[in-house]
């Protein structure tokens, strides 16, 4: 019945060595509703949700799924009971078609052969139902992280799941996927899916939840209704002290122009004219396949020009890769940081030194000391939280990894820094450190550009937005004219 | 002292310490000094090829055509010194310098074309097994001059070999660059994430032939210590040398996976296949015996390699969850 209780945790511990990653938790939700839970990262969310799905055994406690009460569920029993994950981290496999990704392992068979029409028809009607035109037939390698995690949603939804648990969903989307999704889960809810959305973003929570479960180290805290909760009052229970989602202000006074891109075209994108000055911070805005991490790899040398070209203070800039672009001055902190980002199985001061390593050389032998006080130095001065600069890199939070990412680039000390998804996967208090890290170094006069598929993000920090669609500029938004409705109407291309 | 202990140098170390106990027991003539410098003559050659080899694995290539690029380096090098007449130190410099060039022709064709260096070096091996064999016409060539011979077969004070000190400059030279320089950094760099590399404004293509081209250099400086120590050269010489070099280095922890291992292990790893080939030897085990031996130690050291790779990831995951928490 909606309203009745579906899922129930009773004393739910876990414990690794050395850290209790859940501690005596006592959580019930109710069939039908959207439960949102929030809470810092390594708040113990994914340990929870482990629990849930059968990843992990719980050390103690019991899991109760309809009135059946578990000791430990395992992946098969829980899926069995109608429990559905999307993971932050992607289960696709690559090489395989979207339609064949949502039927693995459950392939529809036309005797013994792969009935791939039928499944592709299946595909096609899923996809329709998210509001997005995928080609069921399309290789996943082939898709942008966005309809990735699309084709996820859908393999989830394929299930028919009782119980779907969505971690983080909408951070990879885009505003009209997110919108998308929000219709799904709506539509998901009146169908009486019980779905619990773990989130760090304020608004979605507002936007989608009947209740909301606050954890923090890896304890309950707090269940309140939605509607009688607010912004500040969630923020201050989940980081247990006070701290506002702002974005810290900036002197405004944006200098001489540094670079000019003058009727860019290739990679996708078709004449770019924009101009970025020091001291500023251009946002860069669009949907997802708009063309806004092509035009940060054009500029960034990873990919060519076709035709157009790039100035640097007034200077035709011919770069045909990374190199020389790092030389010019211009750094990438990368969409996907631990693809593109970090070195996972290295150390902090090997990832920090890894593009001015030739410069603490001397006939390429490394200056030992120097590393150490480079490294070091951007250690303190970022706050990356570590015990030695030698840990390796994979052993960091999301948010130190990032950091990792900006020493790397700091060290260098570019003149322009493009920022692709500054924030994806960062906690809030790490976030608050970004944005700030972000606006010292406008005052310092550098230039930076920020693609951002967040909202709020892009409108808290940006001093001016370019909006693309579809590979072309959709417009410009000087500091007055950008608002949320300004932007969505220039990404989708309504103008 | 913990963090050698926990080393996986170490625990290779001591694998080694129980093969030597385990022969020392089987076979009176096992600890007898006498062996011991065969071992480390024998080892030689294995090892300086595999501090080049561990380059490459270390970037994530691989390298098949190393046996025969010690035969092809060797039956040229013999043929200008017998043959031309010419004097056995310019000789030995044209020998690494083709080493080199082959190494360096290796690195292009995969940096160029993409083709996976496991194909790239294979049909490499096969060009060069011909070209060896067309030079002799499967015949050998011996008898070089002394001071050249006195390289590979030579002591110092009749105790000390003197390939052993080539060995440990080779060592001396590979950890350095391994360690200290621009190179081995991006080597690791590259093995471990090459997108990560090549975006931080490595010169992928160029540090990848470097690595190739390092291996052809190694490999040929221990092709002609082996060439003075046979006193001889055929084209059969080096093969099954490329097999000797991948056991010794993913025994000793060099991942064939990329990105993992260090010259002291991958040395350490030449010295179990040593023993282990000299061991068996003295036991008189039957020479197929000892290729099915040879190839489960591979098979395993693989196995293991990878598993634990697995177990990384997962132990990972669990870390994370832990400094998260």
């Known amino acids: 019945m909606i309203g009745d209780t579906i899922l129930r945790l009773n004393h739910i511990s876990k414990l690794y060595p050395g850290v209790v990653a859940l501690d005596d938790v006592n959580m019930e939700f109710r069939e039908g509703e959207v439960h949102a839970i929030v809470g810092e990262n390594g708040a113990g969310k994914s340990t929870m949700i482990k629990a849930i799905s059968g990843a992990i055994e719980p ?25 559905a994950v999307i993971y932050q981290e992607f289960t696709l496999v690559p090489v395989l078609s979207a339609a064949e990704n949502i039927f693995l392992g459950e392939y529809i068979l036309n005797g013994i052969a792969l009935d791939r029409k039928t499944m592709e028809a299946k595909a096609r009607e899923l996809f329709e139902r998210l509001h997005v035109s995928i080609d069921p037939k399309v290789k996943v390698a082939d898709l942008t992280t966005g309809f990735q995690q699309i084709v996820e949603i859908a393999k989830a939804i394929s299930k028919d799941a009782k119980i779907l648990i969505m971690d983080e969903p909408s951070a990879p989307l885009t505003i009209t996927e997110v919108e998308a999704m929000y219709e799904i889960v709506d539509r998901l809810k009146a169908e009486g899916v019980t779905i619990l959305y773990i989130s760090h973003r304020m608004e979605e929570i ?122 010019a001055g211009i750094a990438m902190i990368p969409e996907d940081r631990k693809r593109h980002g970090i070195i996972l199985d290295m150390s902090i001061r090997e990832n920090t030194t890894m593009p001015c390593l030739e410069r603490i050389s001397s006939h390429k032998v490394i200056r030992s000391q120097e590393e150490v006080n480079v490294t070091g130095k951007f250690e303190k001065s970022l706050r990356i939280k570590t015990p030695s600069i030698e840990q390796k890199v994979k052993n960091l939070s999301g948010g130190n990894q990032q950091k990792v990412v900006l020493a790397k680039w700091l060290a260098m000390d570019p003149e322009i820094i493009i920022f692709d998804e500054p924030t994806r996967g960062i906690d809030v208090g790490a976030k608050q450190e970004i944005y700030e890290i972000m606006n010292d170094l406008a005052n310092a006069g550098k230039a930076i550009i920020m693609i951002s598929s967040d909202m709020e993000e892009l409108i808290g920090m940006s001093d001016r937005v370019v909006v693309l669609c579809k590979g072309r500029m959709a417009g410009s938004l000087s500091r007055e004219e950008i608002s949320q409705e300004s932007i969505l109407v220039k990404a989708a291309g309504i103008e | 002292m913990k963090r050698i202990v926990k080393s996986k140098e170490f625990a290779v170390f001591i694998v080694l310490l129980a093969l030597m106990v385990f022969f020392s027991i089987a076979s009176s003539q096992f600890m007898q000094s006498k ?72 690195g292009f064709i995969i940096v160029k074309t993409h083709v996976a260096p496991l194909i790239v070096t294979l049909s490499m091996m096969t060009i060069l097994k011909g070209i060896s064999y067309l030079i002799t016409g499967g015949l050998a060539i011996f008898k070089f001059n002394d001071a050249f011979v006195k390289l590979g077969q030579g002591t110092i004070g009749g105790v000390v070999p003197i390939s052993l000190l080539f060995l440990v400059a080779i ?80 025994v000793g922890g060099v991942s064939s996976n990329g990105g993992k291992g260090t010259i002291l292990g991958a040395i350490i790893g030449c010295m179990i296949v040593g023993v282990l080939e000299n061991g068996l030897a003295i036991m008189n085990v039957n020479e197929y015996i000892q290729e099915v031996i040879k190839g489960v130690v591979l098979l395993a050291a ?18 994370a969850i832990n400094a998260e928490n």
Request: net charge positive.
């Open chain 2, 35 to 106: 062996n011991f410098f065969n071992i480390a003559k024998q080892i030689a050659t294995v090892g300086i090829c595999s501090v080049g080899f561990s380059f490459v694995l270390i970037t994530g290539g691989i390298d098949l055509s190393l046996g025969y690029q010690i035969s092809l380096d060797i039956v040229v090098t013999a043929v200008l010194m017998n043959n031309f007449g010419v004097h056995w130190i310019p000789a030995c410099l044209i020998g690494m310098l083709l080493g080199t060039s082959i190494g360096l022709l290796n």
């Open chain 1, 206 to 327: 507002f936007r989608l939840s009947d209740r909301v479960t606050i954890i923090r180290d890896g304890r309950y805290i707090a269940t309140a209704n939605t509607d009688d909760t607010n912004k500040q009052q969630l923020i201050k229970l989940m980081v247990g002290r006070e701290l506002s989602e702002n974005y810290p202000e900036r002197d405004k006074t944006a200098k001489e122009p540094i670079l000019t891109l003058n009727k860019v075209t290739g990679n996708g994108v078709k004449n770019i004219s924009l101009e970025v000055k020091r001291g500023e911070v251009l946002g860069l805005g669009g949907l997802v396949g708009a063309g806004r991490t092509e035009l940060a790899q054009l500029i960034f040398g990873s990919e060519k020009l076709t035709s157009g070209e790039i100035l640097l203070d007034g200077k035709q800039l011919q770069i045909t890769n990374c190199r020389q672009a790092i030389e």
């Open chain 2, 171 to 250: 060592i001396a030279i590979g950890s350095f660059i391994l360690n200290k320089t621009v190179y081995g950094r991006y080597f690791y760099a590259i093995g471990n994430n090459v997108e990560a590399a090549k975006l931080s404004g490595v010169n992928v293509q160029r540090v990848q032939m470097m690595a190739y081209s390092l291996c052809g250099l190694f490999t040929s400086i221990g092709a002609l210590l082996l060439l003075a120590r046979l006193n001889s050269a055929q084209s059969s010489t080096g093969n099954g040398y490329e097999f000797s070099c991948l056991t010794a280095c993913v």
């Open chain 2, 302 to 319: 693989v196995i293991y390699d990878t598993m634990s790779l697995m177990k990384n990831e997962r132990v990972k995951k669990m870390k």
């Open chain 1, 59 to 83: 050390s103690r406690g019991t899991i109760e799924i309809n009135g059946e009460v578990y000791d430990k569920l395992t992946p098969k029993l829980s899926r069995e009971k109608g429990v």
